[in-house]
């Protein structure tokens, strides 16, 4: 997700539809999702491991924050 410090004009753009669209008055912060699939098992060390991928690979730091890393065993593609 974009830094909550800086603007955000797609989300900007999307809570200015929603408005006029008369769908209510939202603020909207609008962000990106990976998914990465494994055979691996699940251990607190996969999700660490996960989760610096996504602050070192993923995201850009300067800009972006990771949220949430989640896990959803046995997904069907």
């Known amino acids: 997700m974009p ?6 004009p797609q989300g900007k753009a999307i809570a200015g539809a929603l408005a006029r669209t008369g769908r209510g008055t939202f603020d909207v912060r609008a ?3 990976f998914e990465l699939t494994t055979d691996a098992t699940v ?16 995201s ?11 896990v959803v065993e046995n997904a069907v593609a």
Do not use: C
Request: zero cysteines; charged letters at 35%.
């Open 3 to 8: 830094k909550a410090e800086l603007l955000d």
């Open 31 to 33: 962000g990106k999702r």
């Open 43 to 58: 251990t607190d060390e996969l999700i660490a491991t996960v989760r610096e991928i996504a602050e070192d690979v993923l």
């Open 60 to 70: 850009n730091g300067v800009i972006e924050d990771v949220v949430a890393v989640h």
